[in-house]
């Protein structure tokens, strides 16, 4: 199965402001390294705020706001209802990886946004997709 990571809608508008990310329709780049994903809106479901069972096994998972939907969850912001469960949820994009790690290392645009950055991506080569976050992530914190 492909790598699939969560990306929260606030902060993915922080990175977009800062510039550290590109957004076009449903993808995103990671301008530095020039790695893109393809998006769905999803939800990250933080807790289930009733009481009652979980029983649709919900907490601590990411799920596409269309699987939701089919479900029969209701989604306004934060808040989710699926028949008498609420959830707090945090609302963002769910992205996939657009080719494989070696094809996006050998390629010619990450070959030229490396040349020209002057970031966190300037000196080790991240082995793997994971390892690329990390440091993208890492960098946003500081």
């Known amino acids: 199965m ?17 510039g550290a990310v590109d957004l076009r329709g ?7 390294e020039a790695r893109k994903y393809q998006l769905a809106e999803a939800v990250r479901v933080m807790r289930e705020v009733t009481g009652g069972p979980d029983t649709n096994d ?3 998972r990411v799920k596409s706001k269309i699987f939701l939907m089919e479900l029969g969850a209701e989604l306004l912001e934060t808040s989710m209802v699926l ?11 769910l992205g996939a990886p657009i080719g494989t790690f070696d094809e996006h290392v050998t390629s010619e645009e990450r070959k ?5 950055a002057t970031n966190e991506f300037a000196g080790d080569e991240p082995r793997t997709d994971e390892d690329l976050l990390a440091r993208f992530l890492l960098e946003r914190l500081k």
């Open 112 to 116: 030229n946004a490396r040349a020209s």
């Open 2 to 18: 492909q790598n699939r990571v969560f990306f929260p809608e606030q902060a993915l508008n922080e990175w977009v402001l800062e």
């Open 58 to 60: 919900l907490v601590g």
């Open 26 to 32: 449903s993808e995103l780049m990671i301008l530095a």
């Open 83 to 93: 028949g008498d469960n609420a959830y707090d949820v945090v609302p963002g994009w």
